[in-house]
């Protein structure tokens, strides 16, 4: 099977988060981003460039350097001369799609469940974002909430099953796959402790922020209130790293081991 820099298509919807506007990329982003395109067919580059800088955007540091390091170091492979390369048979890839369909599905169940642990966790351990606001009339100050980020599911299997096999499924033969790296399990305690953590120390800054900026807006120094709410930023992110980490780590498809055994399966005897 020839290798090829092959975009993390799927990975990419996963990393998807929240809705967002476009952001000023970092220079590290902006490589991904290149990246990411140059392993897309080049009819589909300028088409999905907007989608891929705003999933991109979404990441810090950490997460851009393990989406890089999951494309590995090969350059995209040269075009081969038309009729060069070999076709699989129906039977060939009915043979591939019998063992990376059960995977695929498996594979996205498991981040859905996570996924939906998460929030659920979040939601019960982490304060209102209105508990610890500070509202002056039409001026509204306050820490910022936790907004964690890790690779999330696609909105469905479906859509995996789809996108996965067209993306990297390889077509000119049978293979074999090792799915023995995918995971379909999370460490819950594990998970929810970190929340929990994270819930608490947010909560003890919000409160601390909310002192100050009430004795700030009732002394009439708004613009005081405006600088220790935009200082806050600080607190939160110091906050949400570590939580990150945690979530990063525990992330079934985080590791992207799916598309790494179907980018690498052998040809089969």
């Known amino acids: 099977m020839m290798k090829t820099a092959i975009l993390p298509f799927a990975a990419l919807f996963a990393l998807t988060v929240s809705p967002a506007c476009a952001a000023e990329l970092r220079p590290d982003q902006k490589a991904a981003v290149e990246k990411l395109l140059a392993g897309m067919e080049p009819s589909m580059r300028e088409p999905f460039r907007a989608q891929i800088e705003q ?16 494309m590995g170091e090969n350059a ?12 699989a048979s129906p039977e060939d890839l ?33 304060p209102d974002r209105h508990v610890y606001a500070v509202v002056d009339g039409p001026a509204r100050y306050e820490l ?18 789809t996108v996965i096999a067209g993306s990297y499924a390889p077509q000119d033969g049978r293979y074999d796959f090792d799915f023995s790296e995918v995971r379909t399990s999370f460490d819950k305690g ?14 003890r800054e919000g409160a601390a922020f909310q002192a100050k900026a009430r004795a700030l807006v009732d002394a009439g120094k708004d613009e005081a209130a ?34 790494n055994a179907l980018m690498n399966g052998r040809p089969a005897k």
């Open 55 to 70: 999933s991109v955007a979404m990441l810090n540091k950490e997460q851009v350097a393990a989406l890089v390091a999951s």
């Open 144 to 161: 910022r909430p936790l907004s964690p980020t890790w690779p999330r599911a696609s909105g469905d299997v479906e859509t995996d099953v």
């Open 94 to 126: 009915a043979y591939n799609r019998a063992q990376f369909e059960p995977a695929i599905r498996r594979s996205w169940e498991a981040q859905k469940a996570f996924d939906t642990f998460v929030d659920g966790e979040m939601a019960a351990k982490c």
């Open 226 to 259: 405006f600088e220790l709410e935009r200082a806050a930023y600080g607190k939160a992110d110091a906050i949400e790293t570590p939580l990150n980490a945690i979530l990063g780590e525990q992330a079934p498809s985080a590791n992207y081991a799916l598309f």
């Open 190 to 203: 594990a998970v929810s402790a970190a929340i929990a953590k994270a819930c608490a120390d947010w909560a």
């Open 76 to 87: 995209p492979a040269e075009p081969e001369e038309e009729g060069q390369a070999a076709a």
